[in-house]
């Protein structure tokens, strides 16, 4: 039982590049989440998905898109990197019904330069 | 709108001494709380929570916090720090909605002065 992963741990990207962080869970869990970590801010939700199939935004989505595809994935997409998400990246997710808390990846590092 | 505040940043504690790491919520429903802690270069694990019941929740690694709902507050304690307990910790909040989103708090970071 891995939980949570993401690939990949690191990254550098130029302005305008695209890439995709992959995030992965083997808990059968319905509702996975994107978040970004940058100093002095805490954790901000990116996007969010409730169930294979479904995604919303979250409290900062510009610049980013989401999919999942399937349960156990979602991915998190930048179309044209920007120096502006240089910061690091956490997936997490949680089964379903209230209370529960939520289970964190490791992240993945991104500098875009 | 929910919120939850870390007024500290950071905060430098002797081994051994103890530890309290304040948080302080808005919310308008009984919240269900966490506390998070980050190691450097790690990912957030989970250290207690407090959904329900008895304020006083005990967690891993010898932590315990306790829910003051007069106060809005959920403060994280120890009562002897070890050199191992240096890292990040977040306080955060659900919304309560189908989506449970979390609300974290900016965090604070604690080091262990020898």
């Known amino acids: 039982n891995a939980g949570v992963t993401q690939t990949p741990k690191f990254r550098v990207l130029k302005t305008g590049q695209s890439m995709t962080l992959l995030c992965a869970q083997d808990?059968?869990?319905?509702?996975m989440y994107w978040y970004r970590q940058d100093p002095g801010m805490g954790l901000r939700l990116i996007h969010y998905?409730?169930?294979?199939?479904?995604?919303a935004k979250g409290e900062v989505p510009d610049g980013y898109n989401v999919s999942r595809l399937k349960k156990q994935n979602f991915l998190l997409g930048l179309e044209s990197a920007a120096p502006s998400q240089t910061s690091v990246y956490f997936c997490?997710?949680?089964?379903?019904?209230?209370?529960?808390?939520?289970?964190f990846g490791p992240g993945t590092r991104l500098t875009v330069t | 709108a929910q919120s939850v505040t870390q007024p500290d940043i950071h905060i430098t504690v002797s081994e051994g001494a103890s530890l309290e790491l304040r948080c302080n919520y808005s919310?308008?429903?009984?919240?269900?709380l966490f506390w998070y802690v980050q190691s450097p270069g790690q990912g957030l694990q989970l250290l207690l929570k407090?959904?329900?019941?008895?304020?006083l929740v005990q967690g891993i690694k010898g932590f315990e916090a306790e829910f003051k709902r007069s106060q809005s507050s959920f403060n994280l304690r120890k009562p002897s720090v070890h050199w191992s307990d240096a890292a990040e910790y977040f306080c955060?909040?659900?919304?309560?909605?189908?989506?449970?989103?979390?609300?974290f708090g900016s965090g604070t970071r604690l080091s262990i002065r020898p």
């Open positions: 919310y308008g429903a009984t919240p269900y």
């Open positions: 955060a909040v659900v919304r309560y909605s189908s989506a449970s989103k979390i609300i």
């Open positions: 407090y959904f329900s019941g008895d304020t």
């Open positions: 998905s409730v169930g294979e199939g479904t995604t």
């Open positions: 808990m059968n869990h319905e509702y």
């Open positions: 997490a997710s949680r089964p379903p019904g209230l209370p529960t808390e939520q289970y």
